[in-house]
């Protein structure tokens, strides 16, 4: 089965960091993408979609007018900056929202839930040819970077911002440490301390209280341990 979806958002970056996403999943494919809201319309006057990613904050007709003007309605995943929105767009039936920047592991998530909505009897599709799950992070205001989630080693809180430490560069972006491991997989990530989260399978020693990642030393809080040593040591 396959999905047709548009993209709707006013940001072309945001653009194509969705369609680069879609490149590397199974049965979604782009029938159009609109930094207007107002020419969606138009489009779905004639055409009809499964699945629409849906940015909020647009010139003209905002997201969730937008999706109040449907009068058929197809699936729709909120893809914005801003978290405040999620109430009201559960209220009009979205099917997921995501805030930017957005995983691939958590954006793989949504879509999954859109194919299982369409078919129930298909499990979720496979990604085609994903070895390497990635992401891309907001390293400046114009600029999007992708990186592997398997070179990530450690991610650092700074009150606002995140250190992102992986094989081969840091890079400071504006999140929450709670936010961006719960988009982690869970698999290979575990928060350690209320200031880090670290890959499992880059942890080179345990000792006590403390683990070791590439020479250095990283404490692992009180009230994590447990469940920390549970996890990593079975």
Same mark, same amino acid.
């Given at each position: 089965m396959?999905? @047709?979806?548009?993209?709707?958002?006013?940001e072309?970056? %945001?653009? @194509?960091?969705?369609?680069?996403y879609?490149?590397?999943?199974? @049965?979604?494919?782009?029938?159009n993408?609109? @930094?207007?809201?107002?020419? %969606?319309l138009?489009?779905?006057?004639d =055409?009809?979609v499964d699945?629409?990613?849906?940015?909020i *904050?647009?010139p003209l007709?905002?997201?969730?007018?937008?999706?109040?003007?449907l009068?058929? /309605?197809p699936?729709?995943?909120?893809?914005?900056a801003?978290?405040?929105?999620a109430?009201?767009?559960?209220?009009?039936?979205v099917?997921?929202?995501?805030? +930017?920047?957005?995983?691939?592991?958590? !954006?793989?998530? %949504?879509v999954?839930? %859109?194919l299982?909505s369409l078919?129930?009897?298909?499990?979720?599709?496979?990604p085609?040819?994903?070895?390497?799950p !990635?992401t !891309?992070?907001?390293?400046?205001? +114009?600029?999007?970077?992708k990186? #592997?989630?398997?070179?990530i080693l450690?991610?650092?809180?700074?009150?606002? #911002?995140?250190?992102?430490?992986?094989?081969?560069?840091?890079y400071?972006? =504006?999140s929450t440490?709670? *936010?961006?491991t719960?988009?982690?997989?869970d698999?290979?990530?575990i928060?350690? =301390?209320?200031? !880090?989260?670290?890959a499992i399978d /880059?942890?080179?020693?345990?000792?006590?209280n403390?683990l070791?990642i590439?020479?250095?030393?990283y404490v692992?809080?009180?009230?994590?341990?447990?469940n920390? +040593?549970k996890?990593?040591l079975g």
């Amino acid at each position: 089965m396959n999905i @047709n979806c548009l993209i709707i958002d006013d940001e072309p970056l %945001a653009v @194509n960091v969705i369609k680069s996403y879609i490149d590397e999943i199974d @049965n979604v494919t782009v029938l159009n993408t609109f @930094n207007s809201s107002v020419e %969606a319309l138009k489009y779905l006057k004639d =055409h009809s979609v499964d699945l629409i990613f849906l940015d909020i *904050n647009m010139p003209l007709l905002n997201g969730l007018d937008f999706i109040r003007t449907l009068e058929t /309605k197809p699936m729709i995943i909120v893809t914005t900056a801003y978290d405040e929105y999620a109430i009201q767009s559960y209220e009009l039936e979205v099917l997921d929202y995501l805030v +930017k920047p957005i995983p691939f592991p958590r !954006f793989m998530k %949504a879509v999954n839930r %859109a194919l299982k909505s369409l078919d129930t009897n298909n499990a979720i599709n496979s990604p085609k040819s994903i070895k390497r799950p !990635f992401t !891309f992070i907001k390293v400046d205001k +114009k600029k999007m970077k992708k990186i #592997y989630l398997d070179e990530i080693l450690v991610v650092e809180s700074l009150r606002d #911002y995140l250190k992102i430490t992986t094989q081969t560069n840091k890079y400071i972006i =504006h999140s929450t440490l709670s *936010n961006f491991t719960s988009l982690l997989p869970d698999s290979n990530f575990i928060r350690i =301390h209320r200031s !880090f989260t670290i890959a499992i399978d /880059k942890i080179d020693t345990v000792e006590g209280n403390s683990l070791e990642i590439e020479g250095i030393r990283y404490v692992i809080g009180r009230s994590y341990i447990e469940n920390v +040593k549970k996890k990593i040591l079975g």
